[in-house]
C-alpha cells in the first residue's frame, strides 16, 4: 500500500459511501449476487428488523429504505392517497419498475399502518416473492412479549432456510451476532466521535456512511466504518463555532442528504439523531454465547432505544431523549418529522413537552424525502443556531 | 352508535335508550363507585370488563358522536393549538379537544376520567400513541394487549396462545387492581353465552340484505345496529332484547317487501345495490346517506360492519372456551387482516350479496383503512368483473368533507352503472 | 329543423353544442361561466345556435351563384359582421350600466369626476368597433369582456388625470362589465343578422344587384327558418345548478366519454384535465364508462394550477407553453399544492433558477398527477384522447406523449383543436339518444 494524503483518502472514501448510500436501484446488492449465482438478499424496510438472522441464514439484508428525491413517482402515486407519507409511494415505484428484482423477499416490520399494509400490497403485487410481516413485542415481559418475539424469529429463520438459505443453527447466529455486534460498536464510536469532535466527523458524512450499510455485506460495512474513523482523525479538520443539536424524527421515511447539508449549512452541527435507527438497535451488544434467539429478543427489549413505533410502558415520555440530548451536550433539539407520519407526529407534542421542561430550546419542522425546498428550513434552522449562540 | 333521533323504529328508540343511560351511568360512575376504562372498539373486550362490573368508556365513539354533533371542528382546532398536526388521526385531536374542553358527553353529562386504560392494540398503531397522550393528561395506568396482525392471512394458534396468556397473565390482574374483585369466569361465560345469541341475530340481520329489496341498508343503516354489540353492551340483557327485536322489524319488512328506513322517511325503490369498504363520514352523515337513498342506492354489505369483528366465518363468543374465544375475536377483527383478506372478503360480499358495484370511502384519519384502498379498489374490481368508485373526505375533520365533489362523483358512479346496464339491456 | 342539445357548465367556461337530426354537430357555443349560471347557460346555448345559423348559411351559400371560392371569405365576413352587432349591443349596456355606477365609484375616489372620461372611452370604442372586427383584423377572443377590456385599459390609461384618476375608472368598467355579462342579449335579425348579411354583401362587391338579392334572400329565409330542440342534456361542474329536470343531467364523466368515443371512436381511455378536476375515464367500443378516476379533495395539478401559477408569474394562460418550451434544465418540482405554488415559485426564482425550467417543471408536476389517476383508473389503453382546458397546452401535452410513451409504449394519442367541446358533445349526443328512445316509445 502506498502512502497516500489521508484528506484525498477521506474524500474518496466518502464519495463511495455517497454512491452506496444513493444506490437506490440496488446495482451492488446486483453485483453481489452476481458474485455467486446461489446468493439471495432479503430486503427490509425502517425502523428495525433483526438482520442477524438474514446474514445467518447467508443472505444479504438489504435496507429499502425510499428514494428520497433521486426517483420522479410515476406508478406509486397511483397506489397511495395525497395525506399518506412518501416512502411507500417510492419504494413500490422502485418495485414495479424493476429495481427491486434482485430481493428474494421483503421484511417489513411493525413501524406503521402504512407499512402495514404495504405488506399486504407486496403479497398481491409481488406474489412470487417471500414477505413477511415482523411483529414486534409491545408487551415487556420475556415470558411473553420476549417468548413471542423469539418465535417470530425462529419462524423467519425457518422460512429462509427453505428459501434455500443456509440452514439457521444456533452457531451460525452466533457468529452472525457478534458480527452485528462489532458493527454497532463502531457506529457507537462514530457517534461519540461526533460527541468529542464533531467537526472530525460531519453529520452529511456520517449518514451516507451509515446508509451505504443498507446494501452492503455487515463485515465491509465494518471495514469502511473502521476505515472511515481512522482518516477521519488523521483529517486535521479544524474546529468551527456551530450550535449543538440533536435531531428527532422517528425517521422511518429518510430526510434528503442535502436536508443535513442544509442545517449543517444554516450552522447546526447534530450531534445525536435517531435516522437510520436500525443501524444503532440495540443500543450495545448482543449477547453472542447463549440461545441466540433469546439473546436477540431479550437485547430487544430490554435495549430497545426510543422509538414512537414502540411502547414503553415504564418510560416516562421523551425522558430518553432529554438523556440522550444530555449526554451528547446538545444545545438543541430539532424535532424533523416526514409529513403524514403518524406515530411521530402524535408523538411529538409529548417529547417536545418533555425537552422544554428539561429547558432545553427546541424547534420543529416538517419534510418529506423528496422535499427539493430548503430555503424555509435553513431560514428556520438559521435563526435556531443564532438564538442558541446568543443565549 | 349514534344520538340521531330521526330513526322510527322501536329497536332504535331501545337503542337510544341504552346508550343515553350507559352515558348516565358513566357520569355517575364517581358516586356510585364504579370503575370506569377506557377501551378501543376493534376487538374489545367488553365481556371481559362487564364481569369485573367495569363500565366501558369508548373514545372513538366520544369522536364519533362529537363529530354527528357538529362538535368536533372546535375540538379538533383546540387539539392543533396545543401542537397536534393537521396531518394526523382526528379521532385522537377530536377526543384530545373534548377532554380539554371540560369532557362533556353526548349527552351533555361531563364523563368521569378513566381509572383504567386498557390498551387493546389490535389493527392500528394509532391507538397506541392516543392512549400514550391520554395517560399524559389523565394519569390513568395503562394496561397493554399487543394482539399480532394477522400479516400472513391467518390467526396461528401461537398468535391465540400469545393473547390468552397477556389476558390471564396481564389484563386480567389489571382488572383485579382497578376493580377490586376476583376473576370470576363463571360470570364471563353467562355473559358470553347471551354475547353469542345477540351475535346470531346481527347476523342474521346484516345477512338479510341479500333479499331484494334490501331490509336494511348495511351501511349507513347498520352503523346503528352494530352499535350496542361493539360498544359497552354485548353480553348484556339489553342487547339480547335490541337484537331479537331488530331481527323481528326486519323479518316484518322482509314479509312486507320494504326496504329501511332512512332519516328521510321510509326508502323508496332500489336501483343499485352496493357494498362499501371503509368507515363512514360522521360530520355529514346524513348528508351523505342522502346523496345514496335518494338516487336508490342501497348499500347490501359494508366492511366498517365488521369493525369491532368478523362473523362471516362463524365466529361466536363461545362461553366453553372463554378466553380462546375473547383472543380469537381480538384477532379476527377487520382491520386486524390483511390486504389480500380484505379485498377477498369485498368481493366475497360483491358476489354473495349480488350487488351491482363496490364503492371505497377513503377517509384520511385512518391509514390503517386507507393505505391500500387504491389497490384492493383494483384486485377486487379484477375478481369481480363489477365496477368499483373511489371517494375520500375523513371521519370527524369537516375540513375534509365537500360535499358537492362526493356527490359528483356518487351520482357519477351511479350513472356510469345504469349505463352499463342499459347497454346490456339493449343489447 | 328538429335539434338536440348539449350544456357543459363547467367551473371557467360553459360551452353547448348543437346537433342535427343526422347527429351532424351543427353548432358550438361557448362564454365563461359567471356567478349567474343561468345566463352563462343561455349564453352558450345563443352562441351554439348563432353558429347553427352560420352552418346552414354555408349550406344555403352553395345554393346561390356565389363561385364556391369566395364563399368561405363572405362566411367569414358575415361571422365578423355579426360579432360586431353583438359587439356594440354590448357596449350600449355597457354604457348604460356604466353610467349607473358612476356615483357609487365617484364616492370612493373624493374629488373625481368620471363622466366625461367615460363618455370618451365608450365613444372612442364605439368608433374604434367596425376595425376590430374588419376583414383583415388579427381575430378576437370570444368573449366581449375580453376583446372590451383590453380596449378600455388602453383608452383609460391614455386619458386618466387626477380627477379621472385610472384605478376609478377601471372600477366603473369592472361593475358594469359584470352586469353585462349577467344578462343574455338576444339580438332582433335586423339588428344582428340581418346588418350583419347587409355588410358582408357590401364589402364582398358582388358583380349584379341580383346575385346579392338571391344571396339576402336564401340568407334572410336561413335565419327565419324555425329550429325545434328536440331534446337537451346538460353536464359538467355546475351541473345540478342547470334549470333542466333530473333526467336531463348527465355526469361529465359518462359526457366526456362518450364526446371522446364521437370525436376519435378508436378511444378507449380519455384523460380530461379541466380548471377544476382532473378525470382518468375508460371507455368500451361504444363509449360507455368502464370505470374512472377523480383527483382527490384538492385541485392541485389542475387547470386553475397552471392558472395560479400564470398569476404568480404575471404571464397570461396562453404564455406558459411557450415559454416552458425554452427550458434547458426542468427543475423537477416536488408539490402540485396550489396553496404552496407562489411561495415555491417564488422561492426558486430567487435562488437563481431561470423561470422556463420552473415553468418546465411545473407542466410535468401536473401531467405526473394525471399519470398517477390514469393509472389508478386502469392504465392507458389504446387510443387516448385528451381533453380539456390543458389539452390545448402544448407543453403539456409534449411532456404527456413522453410519458405515455415511456410507461405504456406505443398508445395513439388524440387531441382535437375543439376538445374543449367534448363534454358538451357527448350531452348533446345523451339527448339526441334520449329524443329517439321517446320517439320509438311513442310509436
Redesign the interface.
Known sequence: MTATNPGTELQALVSRAEDLAHDVTLRAVREWKAAEPSRKAIGYMPVYVPREIIHAAGMLPVGVFGAG?SV????G????????CHI?RSVLDLALRGALDCLDGML?P?T???I??????W???FPQKYV????L???P?P???GA?FA?EMRQIADDLGRMGGTPVTDGRLRASIAAYNENRRLVEELYQLRRSQFWLAPASEVYVLLRAGNVLPVEEHTKLLAEYLTLARQSGRHPVDMARVAIRGCFCEQPPVDLIRTLERAGCTIVDDDWLIHSRWPRGSVDAQGDPFEALSSAFLYRSPSC??L?R?HER?GASLVADAREARAEGVIFA?A?????A??????T??AVKQAEIPCTAF?Y?E????F??IREQAGTFADAIKLS | MSSIATLKDPSQERQKQMIAGHFTRLAKAKESGRKVVSTFVPGNLTELLLSFDLLPILPEINALQSGMRQRSAEFIQKAEK????E???AY?KCDLGMLESGNVGPTGEVLPRPDLLL?S?TG???F???F??LK?STDAP?A?L?V??Q???RATP?MRD?VV??LR??IIPALERVSGKKYDEDRLKELLARSAKAEDDLVWVLESAKHRPSPIDAYFGAVYYVGPIFSAFRGTEDALHYYRELREEVEDRIRRKEGPITPDGPMGEQRFRLVVEGPPNWTSFREMWKMFHSEGAVVVASTYTKVGGVYDDGFRHDPNRPLESLAEYCLGCYTNR??????SMIARYVQDYHADGFLVH?V?SC??F??????ILR?VEAKTGKPGGFF?SDLVDPRYFSAANIKNRVESYLQMIEQRRSKVVAS | MRCAVGIDLGSTTTKSVVLGEDGRILGRGITNSRSNYDVACAVARREAFDDVRRTLCAGALARTELPAADRPAFLERLRRGFQLSQYLVQLGALREFASAELPAVEALFAGSRLGPALSRILDALEAGAPALFAPDAPRRSDFFRDTAASEYHKLAQSIASPQQPFEALLGVFDKAILKVENRDIDIPFAEGAGRAIDRAILQSCLPTRTMAESIRAVLTEVYEHPLEVVASVGTGYGRARLPFPKEQIRSEILCHGLGAHAMFPGTATVLDIGGQDTKAIQVDGDGIVTSFQMN???A?GCGRYLGYIADEMDLGLHELSPLAEKSTRP????STCTVFAGA?IR??L??GQRREDVLAGLHRAVI??A??????SGGVRNELTFTGGVAKNSTAERVLRQ?ISE?YGDITMNVSPDSIYTGALGAALFASRMALAREEAAA
Open positions: 428525491e420522479e413517482i410515476v406508478k402515486d397511483a397506489f397511495f392517497q395525497s395525506y399518506i411507500p417489513f411493525s406503521c399502518d402504512v402495514r399494509n404495504l405488506s399486504g400490497m403479497q398481491m403485487l413477511h410481516y415482523i411483529d413485542p409491545q408487551d415481559s415470558g411473553l412479549g413471542f418465535r414512537p413505533s411502547y410502558a415520555k418529522s409529513s403524514f407520519c403518524d406515530p407526529l402524535l408523538d411529538q407534542p409529548m417536545m413537552a416538517l418529506a423528496n422535499t427539493g425546498q430555503q424555509p | 396545543i401542537g397536534h398536526s396531518d394526523v388521526c385522537v390498551l392494540y392500528c398503531f394509532t397506541l400513541k392516543w400514550e397522550l399524559e395503562v397493554m399487543q399480532p396482525y400479516g400472513g392471512g401461537e400469545y396468556r397477556q397473565e396481564v390483511n390486504l389480500p383478506t380484505r379485498a377513503s384520511k391509514d390503517s386507507s393505505a391500500g384502498q387504491l389497490l384486485d375520500e | 382527490d379533495r384538492c392541485a427543475v423537477r418540482i416536488t415555491e422561492d426558486r430567487t435562488l405526473l398527477r399519470m398517477a389517476l390514469l393509472a389508478r410519458l410507461n
